[in-house]
Structure formats: C-alpha cells, structure tokens
C-alpha cells in the first residue's frame, strides 16, 4: 500500500466492527424496550359495566368493580337483590379469570369468569356447575 504524508488512515476492520457492535446494540436495546412494553401487565382496576347474554335472550347489565394488586384480583359487585357480591381471580398477561359466590334457590353456587381483556374492554365466558356458558362483555366506565 502505498503511503501519502500527511494522509488520515482509516483501520476499515475496527471500524467495521464498531459499527456492527454499535447495531446490534441498538436492536438489542430496541427488542427490550418493545418486549417490555409487551409483557407489561393489563391493569383492571376500577369500575366496568359488565353486560351478561342470559340464555332466554335478555341482557343483565350491572357494575363490577376490580382491584388488582400484580396478578391478584379482588372483585365487587351487587347482586340482583342489591346484596354485596366478592369474589377473587387472577390477571395474567391479557388473560382474566374471578369467581364469585352467590346464594340462589337451590342454596350456594360458584360462578368462574374467563376472558381476555383488550384496552378498556373485556370479554369471555362465565360457567357454574355443568351448564352450557353464558358470554359476557365490560367496559370500563371513566372515572
């Protein structure tokens, strides 16, 4: 190779992998960032007014009320009889599932909740004993 004075010259080899290092560090931090931002939890707390699909076709509507400490889920409403109702369930990822408690006829029966949550808005099913699921929807009412 042959020299000129006074002429900067660069080592391509270093440079290269600087600039390679440089990347990849940057797509590394950018994969963290979006994962967090993905993995982040769906925070449920406050009130949602939740509509019910009975089966003879009419809708129930009433107000749920969440409290979600991580994972954990305390839940509240009122039951047709204005009787307080609590239950407690899980929060994971976009994934919600409560059961509550309730007394009716036939005496004490268990209702489970399951549904995905997306932004404001939750929907699923809820099941007691071996009868076919009843869907459900909620919004989240603004505070």
């Given at each position: 190779?042959?020299e ?15 600039m ?8 590394a ?7 967090a931002?993905?993995?982040a939890a ?14 003879n076709?009419?809708?129930r509507?009433?107000?749920i009320t ?9 839940v ?7 009787e307080?109702i609590?239950g ?6 976009d994934?919600i ?9 036939q ?6 909740y399951?549904?995905k949550v ?15 699921g ?6 989240r009412?603004?505070k």
């Open positions: 190779m042959e000129f004075p006074g002429a900067v010259v660069y080592n391509t080899r270093k440079e290269n992998w600087v390679k290092k440089t990347v990849l560090m940057g797509l931090l950018l994969l963290i960032a979006t994962s931002v993905l993995l769906v925070d449920v707390t406050g009130d949602w007014e939740m509509t019910s699909k009975m089966r076709g009419n809708e509507k009433s107000t969440f409290t979600q400490d991580g994972e954990k889920l305390t509240k409403t009122t039951g047709r009889n204005g307080e609590t407690t369930g899980t929060v994971k990822g994934d599932e409560w059961s509550i408690t309730r007394n009716g006829p005496g004490e029966f268990t209702m489970i399951k549904g997306e932004g404001d808005k939750m929907s699923g099913t809820s099941q007691f004993g071996d009868r076919p009843i869907e459900w929807s909620a919004v009412k603004p």
